[in-house]
């Protein structure tokens, strides 16, 4: 169990999840997600490597921006005979974040 | 306020008790390489809702790990701790005091706790029976149990949480995802491996119950601007985004 929590174990999307990659303006469909990375359907292939910035839409509104790298594009089957891929994706730190600091405020809080 | 409230991992020790079998069991086992917290922290999911054993990413990726027991391994343990009498309240508390302390925060400050848990059988009375025997043992009178399996965003939603407590990132991430309630991950290992996405959607991260429950306080203190998560949302660093953001207010 605890190789599967380092893994972040995927959670199944019902196509709630929307997303938008913000560098080609192309919205997508998010098939999987995990804190590691996510899934989705695009009408073509992506440059493994490639870094891009993803606008997440959340089932209420919400939206979330990540940046991502390509670590797989492979085609997929379709029912309606159009060409689409499954492209992976990791997430990857943006020089913005400060993962320590919200930490230090529940430990001034807490002490 | 209405919080959902994770036991295994989060208050109730199963880590101790998963180990201690482990090693009796496959005595061949390095305890020290088991001894990692969050080894068997939490009961396991069904098959079909993990990552592949090869580590490809078929799908979403996701960080490699190192693994301590095989599958075969640890469903042996479990199948071994399903047999012991009352299983479930023999357990310790992570964090002495806490439980206790959650139950007086919440008459003084009408909080209402709901314990969430996807504990598997063991022998003995129900699983709900067990666990909220334990709670009421460690201090908390009373206690709303709800063993259930699947989706936590889902049970979130349908159950009107404001905020909910987990060990595991995957059910903090299916709350932001499925419902409009926090997530509040309370992550005991090294700091270094919170995913770092966590932040970016919505979930905060915390690394005891004690700071989890400093955090609730804070952001509910009377007079401060904002809703009730909104504050906690300010508190925890986190980004949001238009139209709402990943703590979205209190339906109270």
């Not at chain 1, 839409?57 to 390509?70: C, I, P, Y």
């Not at chain 1, 499954?86 to 809080?109: K, L």
């Not at chain 2, 310790?92 to 302390?101: K, M, Q, T, V």
Request: glycine fraction near 10%.
């Amino acid at each position: 169990m605890g190789s599967e929590r380092r893994r972040s174990p995927r959670v199944a999307l019902l196509g709630q999840v929307h997303g938008h990659i913000a560098s080609l303006d192309v919205q997508v469909k998010v098939r999987e997600m995990s804190l590691g990375g996510l899934s989705m359907e695009t009408p073509f292939a992506f440059p493994v490597g490639a870094l891009h910035d993803f606008s997440l839409t959340l089932g209420d509104g919400a939206s979330v921006q990540l940046k991502g790298e390509v670590v797989y594009s492979r085609p997929m089957a379709t029912t309606d005979g159009t060409t689409a891929f499954v492209t992976g994706v990791r997430f990857v730190a943006d020089e913005t974040d400060d993962a320590g600091g919200a930490e230090q405020i529940i430990d001034r809080i807490s002490s | 306020m209405r919080i959902g409230f994770d036991l295994d991992g989060c208050l109730a020790d199963l880590h101790t008790a998963f180990v201690q079998t482990a090693v009796r069991l496959y005595p061949e086992l390095d305890p020290a390489a088991i001894g990692s917290k969050d080894v068997g922290s939490s009961p396991p999911e069904p098959e079909g809702e993990t990552t592949t054993e090869d580590g490809t990413p078929e799908e979403a990726p996701t960080p490699a790990g190192d693994v301590p027991m095989t599958r075969q391994q640890t469903d042996a343990v479990w199948t071994h701790l399903e047999t012991v009498e009352n299983f479930w309240e023999t357990l310790g508390e992570i964090e002495s005091g806490a439980i206790a302390r959650l139950a007086a925060l919440a008459d003084e400050r009408r909080w209402e706790i709901i314990f969430i848990t996807s504990r598997p059988h063991s022998a003995g009375l129900t699983v709900q029976r067990q666990s909220q025997r334990w709670l009421q043992r460690m201090g908390f009178p009373l206690p709303s149990c709800f063993v259930v399996h699947g989706s936590r965003g889902r049970i979130a939603e349908a159950l009107r949480l404001d905020v909910v407590v987990d060990d595991r990132p995957e059910n903090c991430l299916d709350v932001v995802l499925e419902s409009k309630a926090g997530a509040i991950l309370i992550w005991r290992g090294s700091k270094a491996n919170v995913p770092v996405s966590a932040r970016r959607l919505g979930i905060a991260v915390v690394s005891t119950v004690k700071a989890t429950l400093d955090a609730l306080v804070e952001a509910d203190k009377p007079g401060s601007e904002g809703g009730l998560l909104d504050r906690l949302r300010r508190l925890f660093g986190l980004r949001t985004g238009s139209p709402s953001s990943p703590f979205r207010g209190t339906r109270s």
